[in-house]
């Protein structure tokens, strides 16, 4: 079993920084990557950021300058801040991994129970 469990939501006003975290558990053999999505009520989950196992990272344009995602390789970690926070990045943030489980050849996608951040203006 592998769990991912996040950290950090919360209310802030609008210019403001919240960290979101998210550690992984269990029988992980290895990472192919870690991110972030976001999805708001009645659309579709999308990308906010993403880190692979190289330390590769990219982002949506909308929190490009902004938002940093980065690891933590030996906490099964990975990190987002979040600055300069506008309210059009209120959202549920899920955190993401594919990753490899011990004694499995494939690799698979697994999810957090996913985080608010609600912005106000």
């Known amino acids: 079993q592998v769990q991912l469990v996040e950290s950090g939501g919360g209310l802030v006003q609008a210019g403001g920084s919240l960290r979101l975290s998210c550690v992984a558990s269990?029988?992980?053999?290895?990472?192919?990557?870690m991110g972030w999505y976001r999805q708001a009520p009645g659309k579709q989950r999308e990308l906010v950021a993403r880190?692979?196992?190289?330390?590769?990272?990219n982002y949506a344009d909308t929190v490009k300058g902004r938002f940093t995602i980065s690891r933590e390789n030996g906490k099964n970690t990975v990190y987002l801040q979040m600055n300069s926070l506008k309210p059009e990045d209120t959202n549920v943030y899920y955190c993401?991994?594919?990753?490899?489980?011990?004694?499995?050849?494939?690799?698979?996608?697994?999810w957090g129970q996913g985080t608010q951040v609600t912005v106000s203006s």
């Open positions: 993401n991994a594919n990753l490899r489980r011990a004694l499995k050849l494939t690799p698979d996608d697994y």
């Open positions: 269990g029988s992980i053999f290895s990472f192919n990557a």
């Open positions: 880190i692979t196992s190289d330390g590769s990272t």
